[in-house]
């Protein structure tokens, strides 16, 4: 246990190195009693990955186990995503990362077969609860194109491009010498190939015959007895799916035309029926028009009633624009269901596995790009049933996220309690059919809490709770403000493209649950929770900030006025007295009319302002809105930075002109300062150099443009990959990167091509500058930043962080704390602002509050991207905050909730020669830990010299506190605190994901996530404890379920033989009769090396339950053995007993003598 000492740890700083924590502080350390104890030790951390919810990205494939109740989907990346009940869910990723062509389930086995797009195909046992690959096979030769397992078998049917089919053995993995060639399938006259095969399935009411679809139009009845094919059927145009009928004596085939062709087996000269679903009927008798291809087409019976056909595709091609539709035809009903996104797959669910029986559908689950519907055949309308998972997280692009663990435990009931009005009605009654699997049995009970930002001006708030996620409450921002209706009416907008309402960052208070967003379009929303309605008008506040061309002359002119400080400030008309809604919007419509012809536009906000008043929902409802507005024909800047404290009633906001302060109790302005004059006037040092100022481009939508194909080009290197020292990476490599970085720019939305700007320029930065590892502390100048050396760089000095807390103003102080504000800039300044609050709550409302600025305590290289204050024992000093009270409620309780109102406890006070705070600084290089009230620094670490930190968080982790990073490169380190200490350092992301680099964000107790892909948010742990429960907390897929009895044949069938009739496929398949296939063929890989894959291996899932089914038959057979051995035994015991009683009655009356 590393331990140090306040009062000495001073005495060693001259001896301190820039790359670590001071050693001579921890000798001082050790020579003390009241040392503060550091108990977080590298034994503490583990990192690995937990869950990952979501909709899957870019799905491909899909299948069902119909007894376990579990739903598949497969990936364009070669990811595997498992369902089961809500809260059950599984994420797996092949290796290669190719695309998953096709799943197919061993029903009711614990197992499942992926073929994937670079001809290898994957058996994963399901049987645990991180599931395995146990066996591989990689074809060599030939290109897979559709796969079939029929339901109890352990043989693969696999076609390939080239018209053949393979047989796989499932239980070992390897080929079978049985193979049915193309030239074989079909005519002998025939000269054109097939194509590749696109269907196979056995007959249901004979396993011997084998149906196979040929691309080209093509469909062959194998017989696997006799080598042989039975019939040929042709048609003209292509083929894209085959389906039979339960009774095996008709299929149906959907073909590129859009024409469904009915056939009966034993008719092969043409098709029985032919239907165009959504072609015109001429009237002369002529063949109908021909549709877009039916993709896919299932044939489902029922006992009672007429059967279903659903199909996909096979509109019209008049119909341009039309969405993407699945067609139920039930009987003479046709219903044309629309989706919302094209159809990647659907499957019919049936009450029944086999398919010899009546299949009694009753749902299809649809599977879609962006979303996974499943529909109730069962019900008049075919309602949807309700989603119970979370994917709906990209129902809007994600913009910013931030997660909460550990919250006080009334948040999430509160918030279930005004988000359970908001669902949407007439979704199916019936529950939801895809319910398999078990939940976990974690330990971990504490809330946890996730609030994504969207495109869309939407925030969502879910619960996250025991690896789980649910969507709780969803706000709408946007409609605090007019919507346009045309391209007329979006004069006020053009400073973003396209979604103007888009959640730029948000700060959230948990205790007293206020809210404060802000969006793309320069404005802030200050929202109160309230479990009541109400219906008010907006209240607005307008903001002018702006930074003049002499603001790189001077240090003093940043602002657009220069501010009394040390009391409340009002900038202009507009600030001096919250306007009314309706007078502001006619004002701003004024100016905006004129602006465009008179001169430059000034004084106008981005977006314009309901003028009625605004019906609110319980739930979070607005307290204040402030927009920043236009600045002699400048628009107003991002806002880069945000926060608020309840306790203060203040609201705080910054962006790269300067930051500016707000009481929404009051709602007035209190200080609007440019960066520079937040400097006290004796840092003469502040004067920045910049280069000629350049054109500014607008903020936009911070939401990802690679949802399509390009997405695999939007992740971009790591700068220091594969380097061996911070300074010996490639130049052409990260020159060819910046390059590629600005094409990109122009290609992705405003927000996302500064971002990528940002980057570029850091990187090349790491390229210019060499570390000195002599250097100083106080050789580091404010005037060349580590982060940015071009004269691309970005030269205003923005605000980036905010800190409210209860510190020493100055560093001789009176002996007390009082509240505070730290102000973090990307220059790597950290700036004291003091607050000077009235007394009493009476007076809070009354007198206006001071403020001051305390000059710079530290200055770090890169920018400031978090900071937090110690006690002296090393606890976290969080700011003070309010207790909730419903706004809406009566005066009474107003008044009783008020009176709960407290700040924390003031710390002992100070005394001279002693100092009872830490600082704890954080920026994009470095790590700084600060004595307060003295501001001397007492550790410091050097955490990159080769990369930057893009996310940083104090979090609070067994007990104690420590400092997370995530940077750049893909590394996640954490620090101790308040020493500095490097606790653990793993490369985990090798490349550097923009995406990835705006929301990935920390929380306590070792919970982390980041949104790895457009529709999927991926959670992770760096916890030693939750690393070591995860087998516990994480759900079953696998639950032992008898499989259904097999259909019952019937007396006369059973009589007659017209029942199924089964094949040995052991004795046609097996090595004996068809020998062995080509080794070149395909190559067998065996899974990875675990202790259950490792058993699974050996035998294979379908091996056991083969075993198992032996070993009960040899039981049995040995069991009636020893039923027989016993009625023998009992039958000689019987004539003995006989032999016996004859014995006694002969000799009974006779002498002894007469024997």
């Not at 977080?40 to 007894?67: I, N, W």
């Not at 399509?708 to 061996?724: I, Q």
């Not at 982060?787 to 605000?799: H, K, L, N, Q, Y």
């Not at 809406?888 to 009872?916: I, Y």
Request: hydrophobic share 35%; net charge neutral.
């Amino acid at each position: 246990m590393k331990k140090f000492n306040i009062r000495k740890v001073l005495d060693g700083l001259t001896a301190a190195s820039s790359s670590s924590s001071s050693p001579a502080a921890q000798v001082g350390a050790a020579k003390e009693n009241d040392a503060v104890p550091e108990t977080l030790q590298s034994e503490h951390f583990q990192l690995c990955k937990t869950v990952r919810h979501g909709f899957p990205y870019q799905p491909s494939s899909m299948a069902f186990d119909p007894v376990q109740k579990i739903l598949a989907v497969g990936t364009q990346n070669g990811a595997l995503r498992l369902f089961g009940r809500a809260g059950v869910e599984c994420f797996c990723q092949h290796e290669s990362g190719a695309a998953v062509i096709q799943l197919q389930f061993l029903i009711n086995e614990g197992a499942l077969v992926s073929a994937l797009a670079d001809d290898s195909i994957h058996l994963w046992n399901l049987r645990q609860k991180i599931p395995a690959i146990l066996h591989s096979l990689k074809f060599n030769r030939e290109r897979i194109t559709y796969c079939h397992l029929p339901f109890q078998s352990k043989w693969l049917y696999i076609g390939t491009e080239r018209g053949n089919i393979h047989i796989v053995n499932v239980e070992s993995f390897t080929l079978s010498g049985y193979v049915i060639m193309w030239n074989k399938a079909i005519e002998l006259s025939t000269k054109t190939h097939p194509g590749p095969v696109v269907h196979i399935s056995d007959n249901p009411m004979d396993e011997g015959k084998l149906l196979i679809g040929f691309e080209c139009g093509v469909v062959v009845l194998w017989d696997l007895k006799s080598k042989k094919a039975d019939y040929r059927y042709n048609y003209d145009e292509a083929i894209h799916s085959v389906a039979w009928h339960h009774e095996g004596k008709q299929f149906v085939c959907s073909h590129s035309d859009g024409t469904l062709t009915m056939w009966n087996i034993r008719t092969p000269a043409k098709p029985a029926q032919i239907i165009t679903p959504h072609g015109k009927q001429p009237k002369d008798g002529k063949k109908p028009e021909p549709c877009k291809p039916i993709l896919k087409v299932e044939y489902k019976s029922t006992r009672a009633g007429d059967s279903f056909m659903v199909l996909s595709g096979g509109l019209s091609y008049d119909t341009v624009g039309r969405r993407a539709c699945l067609t139920v035809m039930h009987g003479k009903s046709t219903a044309v269901l629309e989706m919302d996104f094209p159809i990647v797959d659907f499957l019919t669910l049936c009450e029944t596995p086999y398919p010899n029986d009546f299949q009694e559908p009753y749902a299809v689950v649809v599977l879609l790009e962006r979303d996974l519907v499943v529909i109730d055949l069962g019900q008049i309308g075919y309602p949807i049933f309700e989603n119970p998972y979370p994917l709906s997280i990209h129902e809007s692009p994600v913009t910013c996220c931030e997660y909460f663990a550990d919250c006080p435990a009334e948040l999430i009931p509160a918030l279930y309690s005004v988000g359970s009005r908001q669902k949407r009605q007439g979704y199916s009654k019936k529950d939801w059919p895809v319910s398999g699997g078990n939940w976990g049995q974690g330990t971990q009970s504490y809330p946890e809490i996730i609030i994504t930002g969207h495109a869309d001006g939407s925030v969502k708030f879910w619960d996250a709770s025991a690896l789980m996620l649910q969507v709780l409450y969803k706000l709408k921002t946007a409609k605090v403000f007019e919507r346009a209706r045309g391209k007329e009416e979006k004069a006020n907008t053009d400073i973003v493209d396209e979604d103007p309402f888009a959640i730029q960052t948000l700060c959230w208070c948990p205790e007293s649950r206020m809210l404060c967003v802000a969006g793309v379009s320069a404005h802030v929303i200050v929202y109160r929770f309230s479990k009541q309605e109400t219906t008010a008008e907006v209240q607005l506040l307008e903001v002018r900030m702006q930074c003049d061309l002499s603001d790189v002359e001077s240090p003093d002119t940043a602002g657009d006025q220069t501010p009394t400080r040390h009391s409340p400030v009002n900038e202009s008309p507009q600030e001096a007295e919250p306007p009314a809604v309706a007078s502001t919007q006619s004002a701003a419509g004024g100016n905006n009319s004129n602006s465009s012809a008179d001169g430059p536009r000034d004084n106008i906000p981005c977006l314009q302002v309901r003028s009625s008043p605004l019906k609110q929902s319980p739930g979070y409802q607005v307290e204040l809105l402030v927009q920043l507005v236009w600045v002699s024909g400048e628009p107003p800047q991002q806002i880069t930075s945000l926060a608020i404290n309840s306790s203060y009633g203040l609201v705080v906001f910054g962006n790269s002109n300067g930051l500016a302060v707000v009481d929404y109790l009051q709602k007035t302005l209190l200080l609007n300062l440019g960066t520079s004059q937040l400097y006290s006037p004796s840092e003469p040092s502040q004067r920045q150099p910049c280069s000629p100022r350049k054109t500014r481009q607008p903020s936009g939508v911070l939401c990802d443009s690679t949802d399509g194909p390009s997405a695999a080009e939007e992740r971009c290197k790591s700068p220091n990959s594969g380097s061996t020292s911070p300074c010996n990476s490639d130049d052409d490599r990260k020159a060819k990167f910046i390059e590629k970085v600005k094409y990109k720019s122009r290609r992705f939305s405003k927000t996302v091509a500064n971002d990528f700007a940002r980057m570029s320029r850091k990187i090349s930065s790491c390229n210019e500058q060499k570390p000195n590892p002599d250097s100083k502390d106080n050789s580091f100048s404010r005037s060349r930043s580590s982060s940015v050396t071009s004269i691309d760089r970005e030269s205003r000095d923005a605000v980036c962080a905010f800190c409210f807390c209860e510190t020493f103003p100055r560093k001789s102080t009176d002996g007390t704390t009082s509240p505070c504000m730290l102000v973090g800039t990307t220059q790597g300044s950290v700036i004291l602002v003091a607050l000077s609050l009235p007394h009493g709550d009476d007076q809070r409302l009354l007198q206006p509050i001071g403020i001051s600025s305390c000059g710079t305590v530290a200055r770090l290289k890169g920018g400031i991207l978090t900071m937090a204050l110690l006690d002296a024992s090393g606890s976290l000093l969080s700011a003070s905050h309010e207790p909730w009270y419903d706004p809406n409620s009566s005066d009474e309780e107003k008044e009783k909730e008020k009176s709960r109102w407290r700040r924390p406890a003031s710390p002992p006070s100070w005394q001279e020669g002693q100092d009872s705070q830490f600082a704890v600084l954080c920026s994009e290089k470095q790590a700084k830990v600060l004595a307060m009230p003295s501001q001397t620094r007492v550790y410091k670490h050097n955490i990159t010299e080769s990369s930057f930190v893009l996310r940083a968080d104090v979090v609070c982790m067994a007990g104690t506190n420590c400092i997370a990073c995530f940077c750049a490169n893909g590394h996640i380190m954490t620090l101790s605190l308040p020493s500095l200490r490097p606790l653990v350092d793993v490369n985990y992301l090798p490349l550097t994901d923009m995406r990835i680099a705006r929301t990935f964000c920390f929380s306590n107790l070792g919970q982390a996530l980041y949104l790895t892909s457009p529709t999927e948010v991926q959670r992770i742990t760096y916890s030693q404890e939750t690393c070591d429960n995860l087998q516990e907390m994480l759900s079953e897929l696998f639950t032992p379920v008898e499989t259904p009895e097999a259909p019952n044949r019937g007396f006369f069938k059973g009589l007659f033989g017209g029942g199924a009739q089964s094949l040995d496929r052991e004795d046609l398949f097996g090595e004996t009769a068809s020998g062995k296939a080509s080794r070149s063929l395909a190559q067998h890989i065996p899974g990875p090396g675990n202790m259950e894959g490792m058993k699974g291996a050996a035998s294979g899932v379908v091996g056991d339950l083969a075993r198992a089914r032996i070993a009960l038959d040899e039981r049995g057979q040995k069991l009636g053995e020893l039923e027989e051995r016993t009625a023998a035994m009992m039958a000689s015991a019987d004539s003995f007993s006989k032999h016996a009683h004859d014995m006694m009655l002969k000799y009974k009356d006779k002498k002894w003598y007469q024997l």
